[in-house]
């Protein structure tokens, strides 16, 4: 399998506790983008990362967020202390600069 | 500030019609704009794309068509086949961040037999 995999698919959690999202992006691309999707909206930019360094973060809703790519390929968002509003289809992208390739996604839900 | 925005959120076509898809963008310095399609339970995918020193470009059954005057995208596919059922995203890149893609609301395509 070529693709973008982010793993798990599903997440149920309950409100108050932290969670880590992977994803695993197409082998050998540089940039890799994080993106919070609602029913029916376009994906919502939270951050991204060329190679290992995080490049924008600007989207990222608060300081409970965070990413890191530490070795430049796999790539892990966090989200502390959940509340029920970080309810979404959370998107991972990879690319070699141009166009972008994504993941099926995590569905997290916040209980 | 950003925003890019579609004109209407659903369209239902005949098999075998055209289908033309809007878009519209109030971010003047946007110089790279993508349409994508995301069907049932995947992520969006590329379908093509335009640079703002073009007005149009053409793929397989698809043409898009950037109007800079009034801040204007539309997607036009030709034949329309069932495949093409889907939601589709018009999306744009700013200058200032180059690799930060942003997303419209979406239109949802419908093709009936």
């Known amino acids: 399998g070529a693709g973008v995999s982010q793993s798990p698919r599903y997440k149920v959690t309950k409100r108050g506790q932290d969670v880590a999202l992977r994803c695993d992006p197409i082998s050998g691309h540089v940039s890799l983008y994080w993106y919070r999707q609602a029913l029916g909206q376009g994906p919502e930019f939270l951050t991204y990362f060329n190679y290992e360094a995080q490049q924008d973060k600007s989207g990222l809703p608060n300081d409970r967020f965070s990413a890191e790519r530490p070795e430049g390929s796999i790539s892990t968002l966090t989200i502390q202390r959940t509340e029920q509003r970080d309810s979404a289809m959370y998107r991972c992208?990879?690319?070699?600069?141009?166009?972008?390739?994504f993941g099926p996604g995590t569905r997290l839900t916040v209980t | 500030g950003e925003s890019v925005g579609l004109h209407l959120p659903t369209l239902s076509v005949q098999e075998g019609d055209n289908s033309i898809i809007n878009c519209a963008y109030s971010?003047?310095?946007?110089?790279?704009f993508i349409w994508y399609k995301q069907e049932s339970g995947k992520g969006p995918q590329f379908i093509i794309d335009i640079r703002s020193n073009m007005d149009k470009r053409q793929g397989q059954r698809v043409t898009v068509l950037l109007n800079k005057t009034v801040k204007h995208l539309s997607l036009q596919i030709a034949a329309t086949q069932p495949g093409d059922s889907a939601v589709y995203f018009c999306?744009?890149?700013?200058?200032?961040?180059?690799?930060?893609?942003?997303f419209g609301p979406g239109t949802s395509l419908s093709v009936i037999p």
């Open positions: 971010n003047s310095a946007s110089d790279y």
């Open positions: 992208a990879s690319s070699l600069g141009g166009e972008q390739y």
């Open positions: 999306a744009e890149k700013a200058q200032t961040s180059y690799d930060k893609v942003i």
